[in-house]
Nanobody, 120 residues
Framework: QVQLVESGGGLVQAGGSLRLSCAAS????????MGWYRQAPGKQRELVAV???????NYADSVKGRFTISRDHAKNTVYLQMNSLKPEDTAVYYC??????????????WGQGTQVTVSS
């Protein structure tokens, strides 16, 4: 079994910052891509940022220059540093991690979601 536990969401004023964390645990052999998605009310879930095992990153155009994704291999954790937050960043944020488990199977796993609310 693999578990993802997210933390760090909350309420912040526009222009503020938050840092999200997502820790993976369980029967992990290796971790490939780690990413963050978000879903606002009435909208589809969208990719925010992704980082591969080599450290290469990709960002949605809407967050470039404001958000930074990083990972700690030793802790099996991915982070999303969010600066200069805007009301349109309000959404539930989900981490997504591609994991090969100790049984040799590779799957994408989702975190439970954490609410980020940015007030104007």
């Amino acid at each position: 079994q693999v578990q993802l536990v997210e933390s760090g969401g909350g309420l912040v004023q526009a222009g503020g910052s938050l840092r999200l964390s997502c820790a993976a645990s369980g029967s992990i052999f290796s971790i490939n891509d780690m990413g963050w998605y978000r879903q606002a009310p009435g909208k589809q879930r969208e990719l925010v940022a992704v980082i591969n095992s080599g450290g290469s990153t990709n960002y949605a155009d809407s967050v470039k220059g404001r958000f930074t994704i990083s990972r700690d291999h030793a802790k099996n954790t991915v982070y999303l540093q969010m600066n200069s937050l805007k009301p349109e960043d309000t959404a539930v944020y989900y981490c997504n991690v591609r994991i090969r488990n100790t049984y040799g199977y590779t799957n994408n796993y989702w975190g439970q979601g954490t609410q980020v609310t940015v007030s104007s």
